[in-house]
């Protein structure tokens, strides 16, 4: 209740994203598609800010939602944005809304697999400044070695989605079954993000929890 109860306060000062992405908004929320959380923009807006990055790789572009709030807040550093998704409809979705905004010259989509994309981006020997990770979540520890390999030195992974509506906190044997996997591998993948030389990460409980990562130096995780 309490928790409920903050959110509800939270959303309570958001002053939007704009008309046109407020729409979208309503749209998403209302077919019940999976945007990040009003909470969570706010968040974001702030790192963007304080991080100027040049260039932003998204894994999950849903219905493009999420990519023109980054493209929103990083107007003045005229950021680049390449966003991945699977899902045909989705992506074709995403490619509607994104068009048809201002944002659609620095938003470029990718069409794939996250990993399979993750590793021919690797293989470009591209790199980023900031990488949003809100794809599959019982994925993010298969996806995070080539993620931190495309992240620049002092670049900021930002995971959201890492306390899965609290059942994070659960015992294993709580769960059902089909929810032990994704539980087990969330919680490895926030202790690799906490125990591993040269990151540093703050799991930080807004929204249904971010993991904000700076990789403070060239580190391999197997």
């Not at 894994?59 to 990083?74: D, E, I, K, P, Q």
Request: net charge neutral; glycine share 6%.
């Amino acid at each position: 209740m309490e928790r409920e109860r903050l959110s509800a306060y939270l959303h309570s000062q958001s002053t939007g994203q704009g008309e046109y992405l407020d729409k979208l908004r309503r749209e998403a929320e209302a077919e019940k598609v999976p945007i990040i959380r009003i909470e969570m923009e706010s968040f974001l807006a702030v790192l963007l800010e304080m991080k100027k990055p040049g260039k932003i790789l998204e894994a999950g572009t849903a219905v493009g939602y999420s990519s023109m709030v980054m493209a929103r807040a990083t107007e003045k550093f005229r950021t680049r944005i390449d966003t991945i998704e699977k899902d045909e409809e989705r992506f074709a979705q995403a490619a509607g809304n994104i068009g048809a905004s201002e944002w659609k010259d620095r938003i470029c989509q990718m069409k794939g697999d996250v990993l399979e994309v993750f590793q021919r981006l690797s293989a470009e020997n591209r790199k980023y400044d900031l990488i949003f990770m809100d794809a599959a979540k019982g994925q993010y520890i298969r996806y995070l070695p080539l993620a931190l390999d495309l992240l620049e030195t002092g670049g900021v992974l930002v995971s959201d989605n890492v306390l899965q509506d609290m059942t994070i906190l659960d015992s294993h044997f709580a769960l059902e079954r089909r929810e032990r996997t994704i539980h087990k591998r969330m919680r490895q993948y926030l202790y690799t993000l906490k125990h591993t030389e040269g990151l540093l990460t703050s799991i930080v409980p807004i929204g249904d929890g971010a993991a904000v990562t700076v990789k403070l130096k060239e580190t391999k995780i197997q």
